[in-house]
């Protein structure tokens, strides 16, 4: 039975990690300062702790197989593109950081699988189309705080796998979604965003999305993360790679999709917010030729999924 830790096992994706790792049979523990928020968590042990604190995150290491540090402060466009959190956001993170890689130096976990962010990639140029492979990640621009952390932890992790041996495996992470994401509360992203507004919306009313909603993006459902992260952690590829779909949508299309799913006449406003970069989406090429997968599964199917749940939310 492998031992695993999962670092950020209260956050979306580290919930949703720990339900596949107990199905595949191996023994959970989960550390977060919260527990997650829509259901109880699966793992073995579960340690309610601040990860910014040495002394927690000394009390919860040991030997693992796998260690998957998915913990970091972040959250949607608000949040991030705001300006007014970004020095607890490179603060927070980078401590997180620092100390596991000081402890991982001394645990030697079986790899060590850190999450980063399409957030690490510049702004669009006129020779850059916004579809961006791994190495277009220098020269480096990211377009928020939260991108220069991500963009520093890589490098940290990758000098610790050089200076001391760890099996470091690093996924930039490109709008991941689904059920048990956040919904409200000013972190929630936008697919969760726009259904809860369509959801709450008069029929006959109109739904507000930021700008002119021609900025375009990627979505990756929760499923196909999962399954790229463990093919990932079970490969020997030890450079960062893109984890992300290539369908390309831009806002409106979203707004008009969920719109569509939910079968109501709504009418869409645009207002002024924090939009991030004009296009971004993956580059499947090295993720494909490095693991013989890339994500294929529709966006439309994950997403009335997650506009199901979010509805069964609102209206419970």
Known sequence: MAKVLILGAGGFIGHHLAHRLKAEGCYVVGADIRPPQFSPSPADEFHIGDLRDPAFCLSIFGSYD?????????????????????????????QINLNVLALARETKPGVLFF???????????????GIYAESTAYPAQPDSEYGWEKLFSERLYLAHARNFGLNVRIARLHNIFGPQGTWDGGKEKAIAAISRKVIAAADGGTVQIWGDGTQTRSFLYIDECLEGIERLVSSS????????????????????????????????????????????TSNNSLINNALNWRPTSPLRRGVEATYSWIESQMKS
């Open 66 to 94: 796998r260690l998957y540090q998915l913990a970091a402060d972040m959250g949607g466009a608000g949040y991030i593109f705001s300006g007014d959190n970004d020095a607890s956001i490179m603060t927070n993170s980078a």
């Open 115 to 129: 999450s980063s962010s399409a957030c690490i990639y510049p702004d669009p140029m006129e020779y850059h189309p």
């Open 237 to 280: 590829f030890m450079q960062p790679l893109n984890l992300g779909s290539d369908e390309m949508v831009s806002i409106r299309a979203l707004t008009e999709m969920i719109i569509s799913i939910s079968g109501r006449k709504l009418s869409i406003q645009h207002v002024e917010g924090p939009t991030g970069v004009d296009v971004r």
